[in-house]
């Protein structure tokens, strides 16, 4: 009597354990029809056919080297592979060991016919495979053009409620935080115990540095959500904004392996400019006579011979007094009052004097005038479908027009008071010294005789100067202290601003 195993599969977790039983039962019915008798079942469960990497399906083509059975039983070509060039292939292996493939429901005759018949059912079998794969693509791509979920696991910060993507507010608070530190110079091990110590947790267990780190480089949080090639902004709705997530992603790219020291931080790293040559001034270490490491800050435009003569500066002096020149500055009430004067009045001014505002309202008067004069050319008979069609685009670039100066109007409308301007510098003096200069200053120009520090401001520039921020210029007198090591004396800083 020959001897037979059957091999079952079916290939999604929408079917279920009945698409087994009943290839089983059609298999084994063949099986007795033919004085077949079955000695083992092999069965894969949610595999494709459209590949090998089915483990049942491999350990029958293992086991058939050891000839206990002589045939193998499916319910139908397509449940051993939907891939013709595999399925040549794991025959011919079968084959070799003395073992037939048969298919229960296709009547495959032993002639030079049958062979026909069987490479033309494979051929159908990975031509239905390939269509279907295709269908899938087509309706996940509607479903993401519609900004529907399109399935997996949602992530941290979002729910799905009828296939759409929606902000989970307590999860986003928490995103939000995360951003917000991280972008003032928090470091990733001191979110994770300032959430730990709010009992704040990811699934019940306190969060993990990849975690952090994968929030805060995913793009989605800022309602971008990319496959392949395409860009969609419909199916992920913002939870940070695009500036404090682009902040974000460039801090991380220059914290990348090989652009931060491990042994100890330099407060004023990505801060520091040559006032002679405007290359960035960066970290340098080298060591004494006696074998001590020392570290300075070292011009980039030196190091590389481009010409500049900027000496290197110590670190620890250096540092020291940068930060007591900021601290003296955010300390005293009378140049704070000078700043928040002279942001108030540059604020004003700059709502009266609105460029783009201004623009807006020139292009709106030419396209009024244009329209006028079609309007003429209709009232003396003018009449065609060009004039219909350029009226038509001239109303409504005029629609467009009006609603975005009322777009510039409304920001304008909002001012940032004078109290609030005063709690964003009184803010920065609880800081630890690497989140004040990261929160308070935007940049720091070092001469040999002089620096000129220059600090953040919370009050935003006019939109069309594409720039972030006011910023304010202190000049304060350096002593020749390179070579000194003694701390120099403070000396009185001149306040100066500009646009």
Do not use: W
């Not at 079955?38 to 029958?60: E, L, V």
């Not at 009547?107 to 033309?120: F, M």
């Not at 609030?420 to 001469?447: G, H, N, Q, S």
Request: hydrophobic share 35%; aromatic share 10%; glycine share 4%.
């Amino acid at each position: 009597m020959k001897t037979a195993v059957i091999y079952a599969r079916y290939s999604s977790d929408n079917q279920t354990e009945q698409s087994i039983e009943g290839q089983l039962r059609v298999c084994q019915d063949y099986a007795q029809r033919n004085d077949i008798v079955i000695i083992k079942t092999y069965i894969d469960r949610a595999m494709t056919g459209t590949n090998d990497n089915r483990p049942d399906f491999q350990q029958m083509i293992k086991d058939s080297d050891k000839k206990e059975f002589e045939h193998v039983i499916v319910y139908k070509l397509d449940r051993f592979s939907r891939n013709k060039y595999e399925t040549a292939k794991y025959k011919k292996i079968l084959k070799d060991n003395g073992v037939k493939l048969l298919s229960a429901m296709e009547n495959i005759p032993d002639t030079p016919e049958g062979i026909i018949l069987e490479s033309l059912l494979e051929g159908m079998a990975e031509y239905y495979s390939a269509k279907l794969a295709q269908k899938v693509k087509r309706g996940m791509k509607e479903t993401r053009l519609k900004g529907n979920f399109t399935g997996g696991t949602i992530i941290y910060g979002y729910k799905v409620e009828n296939h759409k993507i929606l902000i989970n507010e307590e999860q986003a608070e928490v995103v939000r935080f995360i951003y917000e530190q991280y972008s003032l110079g928090t470091y990733v091990k001191d979110i994770i115990a300032e959430l730990n110590s709010k009992r704040i947790f990811n699934r019940g267990k306190p969060f993990a540095r990849n975690t952090i780190y994968n929030i805060l480089k995913n793009e989605k949080y800022s309602g971008i959500y990319r496959f392949k090639d395409e860009i969609f902004e419909n199916m992920y709705p913002a939870i940070v904004p695009n500036e404090i997530y682009t902040k974000v992603r460039n801090k991380i790219d220059l914290n990348k392996y090989g652009k931060r020291s491990v042994e100890l931080v330099y407060l004023l790293r990505h801060k520091l400019k040559c006032g002679y040559c405007g290359m960035p001034i960066s970290a340098e270490c080298g060591t004494a006579k006696d074998g001590s490491k020392r570290h300075y800050y070292k011009c980039l435009g030196r190091k590389r011979n481009n010409g500049c003569t900027k000496s290197s500066v110590r670190k620890e002096t250096f540092e020291n007094f940068v930060l007591d020149n900021i601290l003296k500055v955010l300390s005293n009430s009378e140049y704070v009052d000078t700043i928040i004067e002279a942001l108030f009045k540059l604020q004003e001014m700059q709502s009266n004097t609105n460029s783009l505002i201004n623009s807006l309202v020139k292009e709106y008067k030419q396209a009024e005038i244009s329209l006028n004069n079609i309007m003429k050319a209709v009232e003396q008979g003018i009449v065609n479908n060009t004039t219909n069609k350029r009226m038509k685009e001239l109303e409504n670039k005029l629609e467009d027009i009006d609603r975005q100066i009322l777009i510039e109007k409304s920001k304008n409308a909002f001012k940032v008071s004078k109290q609030a301007i005063k709690e964003f510098y009184i803010e920065a003096l609880k800081l630890e010294p690497k989140l004040l200069i990261d929160y308070a200053i935007k940049e720091i120009r070092v001469y040999e005789d002089k620096l000129e520090i220059i600090f953040n401001s919370p009050i935003k520039r006019s939109p069309d100067t594409n720039q972030g921020f006011f910023l304010f210029t202190f000049n304060s007198k350096l002593p020749q202290y390179i070579q000194n090591k003694e701390k120099p004396n403070m000396v009185d800083i001149e306040v100066k601003y500009y646009v």
